[in-house]
T-cell receptor, first 114, second 114 residues
């Protein structure tokens, strides 16, 4: 069975600083996808970034980058130059190629202070 | 391009009643998935539909059911509501489900059971 672990219940960062949100995963499937989503207090889940298990390079999307270390089974999200609007819950999720469903971690609440 | 639309946004029901939630996917998306989010259990997969067929189902009792129409719109039904069904119900759509495209979520329906 697949499992996602996010060990940081909460993180604090000052505006304009970078922050890393940790995510480790467990799967026996050779092919899988890793996703990060942001959930503001309003509830909607916003897709941030995707990394495929066979991708050779780390994914980047604007201020978001994914530090993918396959051997360590980790897929940490790096947010550069944090903004006040980045304050939200962040979820790491995995999808395998057998079933098009996402398995989510417990999330990390990020607070960005001025 | 319009995003995923979920209706209603908020719903209050009493124990024993039934409820139907609606989800309209992004135009062109044929896969629709449903998730339940609670403080205690986090985000859990309910089921996924593709071309009017349920392809995958999570570990929920039979009181939870769904369907998909020919225009890819989906409905989720919960019968004999229990207090524990209080949750944010999120719908997500993707083009086909098995590709690398991310699932895009709606704003959710917040269901409260009295």
């Amino acid at each position: 069975a697949q499992k996602i672990t996010q060990t940081q219940p909460g993180m604090f960062v000052q505006e304009k600083e970078a922050v890393t949100l940790d995510c480790t995963y467990d799967t026996s499937d050779p092919s899988y996808g890793l996703f990060w989503y942001k959930q503001p207090s309003s509830g909607e889940m916003i897709f941030l970034i995707y990394q495929g298990s066979y991708d050779q390079q780390n994914a980047t999307e604007g201020r978001y980058s994914l530090n993918f270390q396959k051997a360590r089974k980790s897929a940490n999200l790096v947010i550069s130059a944090s903004q006040l609007g980045d304050s939200a819950m962040y979820f790491c999720a995995m999808r395998d190629d057998i079933a098009p469903r996402l398995v989510f971690g417990t999330g990390t609440r990020l607070l960005v202070s001025p | 391009k319009a995003g995923v639309t979920q209706t209603p946004r908020y719903l209050i029901k009493t124990r024993g009643q039934q409820v139907t939630l609606s989800c309209s996917p992004i135009s062109g998306h044929r896969s629709v998935s449903w998730y339940q989010q609670t403080p205690g259990q986090g985000l859990q997969f309910l089921f996924e539909y593709f071309s009017e067929t349920q392809r995958n189902k999570g570990n929920f009792p039979g009181r939870f059911s769904g369907r998909q129409f020919s225009n890819s719109r989906s409905e989720m039904n919960v019968s004999t509501l229990e207090l524990g069904d209080s949750a944010l119900y999120l719908c997500a759509s993707s083009p086909g489900g098995f590709d690398n495209q991310p699932q895009h979520f709606g704003d959710g329906t917040r269901l409260s059971i009295l």
